[in-house]
């Protein structure tokens, strides 16, 4: 049975590696267009979060490519170098998503609340997870043993219930993102454009996430349906 998890989880995998590739060829075409005020990912946030009222959220740099966060329990966004310091479309329309997660933050919008108290559960469900999956290699029946699979079953749900409230969060930044980089002038016409372009394609990595996250929920539970007959 964790065959059909593990080919599940392959085609998933396939399927966010060519959504992810998309994404990084938009951020560099889009990259390179610069928004119409000149501002930097850094002063992009900063204006937006000023806009919102939000003073007691701190910007730093962080790492990497595409790494771009907010921390709601530090109230920190985090951007990528290319993003806190780039001065175009991409960098505008990225910093302005996390952003959007601050104002969500602040406005105590209940999707970012039930996401954010599902964390601690998240990681533990994914401990669980990895740990079957080793057991399952080991004792090739082990999920024919009842109570591993309601546990297998409880860990993918939690897994699945987080990926499915991700995407309204998701979605709900980014729309409030393009709203306010619109209504400020940093990026309007074919630069708007762009920036929802950008913020589609990141958008769809998460979808990609909860669709696999769901396919494999409903694998486990068809296999326990079926073991019982």
């Known amino acids: ?71 709601p329990q530090t109230k920190t966004v985090s951007l990528s170098p290319e993003v806190y310091r780039g001065r175009s479309v991409a960098a505008a329309a990225v910093a302005a998503h996390e952003c959007g997660h601050a104002v969500q933050h602040a406005e105590a919008y209940a999707a970012l609340q039930m996401r954010s108290a599902l964390v601690p559960l998240v990681q533990i469900s994914a401990s669980i997870q990895q740990y079957l999956f080793m057991f399952a290699f080991v004792a090739f029946g082990a999920f024919n043993n009842t109570f591993v699979l309601l546990v297998a079953i409880g860990a993918f749900l939690i897994t699945a219930l987080f990926s499915l409230i991700t995407l309204p969060v998701e979605f709900d930044a980014s729309r409030r993102a393009l709203v306010w980089l619109e209504h400020s002038g940093v990026t309007r016409g074919g630069e708007y454009e762009a920036a929802k372009d950008a913020l589609w394609w990141a958008a769809m990595t998460y979808v990609a996430a909860a669709l696999a996250a769901v396919a494999q929920l409903l694998y486990l539970v068809i296999y326990f349906l079926n073991s019982r007959d």
Request: charged share 15%.
């Open 1 to 71: 049975m964790y065959t059909g998890l593990f080919v599940i989880s392959i085609i998933f995998t396939f399927i966010g590696m060519l959504l992810s590739s998309q994404l990084k060829q938009r951020f560099e075409r889009y990259s390179q267009m610069p928004n119409l005020q000149g501002l930097s990912g850094r002063e992009v946030a900063e204006r937006m979060l000023s806009y919102f009222g939000i003073s007691d959220v701190q910007i730093v740099e962080g790492q990497g490519m595409l790494t771009d966060h907010y921390n």
